[in-house]
């Protein structure tokens, strides 16, 4: 396991919410293929802020 530090943890969360970056952007500076954002976000994110829209936004920028 990779460790990162707060402020990667939260550049690396920030990025998979933009729609205007790819997740290659993501494995490229930090190493992370979209299955492991996606379980990062799961572990780091309250809950109720994954399941309510995060979910939804990354399907949506999976299809663009």
Known sequence: KEKFSASDLSRIIEMAWEDRTPFEAIKINFGLNE???IKLMRRYLKPILFSHGGK???QEKQNT
């Open 35 to 37: 299955a492991s954002v």
């Open 56 to 58: 939804e936004l990354l």
